[in-house]
């Protein structure tokens, strides 16, 4: 019998092996959207609810329900903090014939969609106490059971192929699906508003917009989503990098995330650039100042969504030719060049209907930057991954995206804390007390402070990002080497493992 040979690429070399198939890939990307259409429309349309719709007419002192919404979300990202580092803990001792983290992300869906279905039904009592518990409750308790869900699923791109070439074209792939999910709820609420009207004329939709119902509603349908695409991912993807089977301590998991210096400081930029996500809080309010509607909050953030899509595209791209480090360090420039761009612009337009125009535009060149963050972040994990199993001899995937989603929830609650500060407080916004109106008229300084938020103050972090990387050495030879000796070390462990079985 002939024996089959390997392809061969052009030049003669053979090639590469490929451990996952194309619909595998596809399938990894349709559950990271469906994951993003769910927690990227949470946290800014959360605030909205909470600050103008979830409590209007009760007669609450509505600057304390202001003020309160950034103390809930700095909370609750402290509570997910910890159990972001619990849950890596947890994922690194689960051993299943499913694997490690498909297990969380499957079995998770169902509870975390009711969770955030919760979020936006609001209790019907006139005590302003109750309120702010259930405020304080349903977000810590939405935050965690997410940490269960999201960080799995990211995970999983450590997990999907021993070749680190393939791993970071399919985490590329997926993390470009993920960018247009985090767009995703933005075309629901806008859909859902164009039906509402169409079904309840002009008048009765104000009326029940003015109460949170599209809102209510646009959840509903993303929960759904969430559901059905993670199910996709759960059924069709494999974990195909053997997992050790040595028992990690909690002690081992906090050693693993502050002491490894690369993986720490890949973590250090969700810390060091927390700012640059409080355009987000913003957004929904230029939309509604700026264009007219908060519906419109896709035409605000599309452009920003499709660079972000192009930047991912992009990023992939620019790491043939740089290392993660160059490559994260050249985006962090670019972007902080373009917002900053973006606000002499603006000040030099003003708030006004021109403005709309070049904002739209420059607002896709802000988003290129967002496929670095997408997806350089997640492959350097990936490397830390192997240099810790290169080091230790523990494949710990859990808790080195665990340590990464600790400093992220902490940033999170940090810009959670900032961004409805400044939005609330700091820009002098105007909450309106009619209930039969959604959003009240707002100062010009106001608007011009919104701008900022949106914009120089963003730029500012986007810096700050950038500063930790600066000591990442997880590139060129280094990881050429490591994962050389680890191909090998597998390679090995697997023909003793075979002689033990032929032997037995």
Avoid at 227 to 254: G, H, Y
Avoid at 375 to 385: E, F, G, R, S, T
């Amino acid at each position: 019998m002939a024996k089959s040979k390997k392809a061969a690429k052009p030049d003669g070399a053979p090639a590469k092996k490929k451990f996952m198939n194309p619909s595998e890939i596809f399938t990894f990307g349709i559950g990271l959207f469906g994951v993003a259409l769910l927690t990227g429309w949470m946290p800014d349309y959360t605030q909205t609810f909470l600050a103008d719709f979830a409590f209007k007419g009760k007669g609450f002192d509505q600057a304390v329900i202001s003020g309160t919404i950034s103390k809930v979300f700095l909370v609750a990202g402290i509570l997910g903090a910890c159990i972001e580092l619990v849950t890596g803990f947890m994922i690194d001792n689960t051993r299943t014939k499913l694997g490690k983290v498909r297990p969380w992300i499957g079995f998770g869906a169902v509870p975390m969609a009711i969770v955030a279905m919760l979020v936006f039904i609001a209790p019907n009592t006139r005590s302003q106490t109750l309120a702010i518990v259930w405020m304080y409750v349903i977000w810590s308790l939405y935050t965690a059971i997410g940490c269960a869900v999201e960080r799995p699923a990211e995970c999983f791109g450590a997990l999907c192929s021993p070749d680190p070439d393939e791993r970071s074209s399919a985490i590329s792939i997926a993390s470009f699906m993920k960018s247009v999910g985090q767009s995703g709820g933005m075309v629901v609420v806008l859909v859902v508003g164009v039906i509402m009207k169409a079904f309840m004329g002009q008048q009765q939709f104000k009326n029940a917009e003015a109460q949170g119902l599209d809102l209510i509603i646009s959840t509903a349908i993303c929960v759904l989503g969430f559901i059905l695409f993670v199910m996709i991912f759960f059924v069709n993807n494999k974990e195909r990098v053997p997992f050790t089977r040595e028992k990690v301590s909690l002690k081992d998991a906090v050693k693993v995330v502050f002491t490894n210096k690369n993986l720490l400081m890949v973590s250090l930029t969700k810390l060091t650039g927390f700012g640059r996500g409080v355009y987000g809080t913003v957004s929904l309010y230029i939309a509604i100042y700026l264009l007219g509607s908060k519906d419109l909050k896709l035409a605000l953030l599309l452009p920003m969504g499709i660079g972000t899509a192009v930047g991912t595209l992009l990023v992939n791209f620019v790491l043939k030719k740089f290392s993660t480090k160059q490559t994260f360090i050249l985006f962090c420039v670019y972007g902080a060049s373009t917002l900053s761009i973006l606000y002499l612009v603006s000040r030099g337009i003003g708030f006004n209907s021109t403005l709309i125009i070049p904002f739209l535009v420059l607002n896709f060149f802000c988003g290129i930057q967002h496929g670095n963050t997408n997806v350089v972040p997640n492959i350097m994990i990936a490397d830390c991954v192997d240099e810790i199993e290169w080091k230790t001899g523990k494949r710990q995937e859990g808790l080195a995206y665990a340590g990464y989603g600790l400093f992220a929830k902490v940033a999170s609650a940090f810009t959670k804390a900032l961004g409805p500060w400044l939005l609330y407080t700091w820009s002098g916004y105007m909450v309106s007390t009619n209930v039969n109106v959604a959003y009240a008229a707002q100062s010009d300084a106001t608007l011009n402070k919104f701008l900022a938020i949106y914009t120089i103050i963003p730029a500012i972090f986007v810096i700050f990002q950038g500063v930790p990387i600066l000591f990442y050495d997880m590139v060129g030879e280094k990881k050429k080497t490591i994962v050389a000796e680890l191909m090998e070390r597998r390679a090995a462990a697997a023909g003793e493992s075979a002689a033990d079985t032929t032997e037995a």
